[in-house]
Nanobody, 127 residues
Framework: QVQLVESGGGLVQAGGSLSLSCAASGRTFSTYSMGWFRQAPGKEREFVAAIAWSGGSTYYANSVKGRFTISRDNAKNTVYLQMNSLKPEDTAVYYC????????????????????WGQGTQVTVSS
């Protein structure tokens, strides 16, 4: 029973930056692959970024590539999403997710592969 708690969301102007954090419970965080997803009103949840358990493989949606960076600190049981050059189109609820099997492939871009989800944090980008 892993709990994930996101923080760092808020209101920011276009072109600004936000850093999201996801704190995980449990003693096996270092073996989890982690992902960030987002969902705007009336739309399906979409992949944003993922990082393999090893930290050696990262994946990004084309819409955020070059602007967002995912990272992890296993000592703190935390995964981060640094978001720069934010656009109004980035407005959504951002969710943290954990894959306890520690996949290291493109399956991390799909919601089906994740076992645990946070409750989300709202990011609003004004124009």
């Amino acid at each position: 029973q892993v709990q994930l708690v996101e923080s760092g969301g808020g209101l920011v102007q276009a072109g600004g930056s936000l850093s999201l954090s996801c704190a995980a419970s449990g003693r096996t965080f270092s073996t989890y692959s982690m992902g960030w997803f987002r969902q705007a009103p009336g739309k399906e949840r979409e992949f944003v970024a993922a990082i393999a358990w090893s930290g050696g493989s990262t994946y990004y949606a084309n819409s955020v590539k070059g602007r967002f960076t995912i990272s992890r600190d296993n000592a703190k049981n935390t995964v981060y999403l640094q978001m720069n050059s934010l656009k109004p189109e980035d407005t959504a609820v951002y969710y943290c997710a954990a894959d306890r099997l520690g996949h290291t492939s493109v399956v991390l871009t799909t919601t089906q592969e994740y076992d645990y989800w946070g409750q989300g944090t709202q990011v609003t980008v004004s124009s």
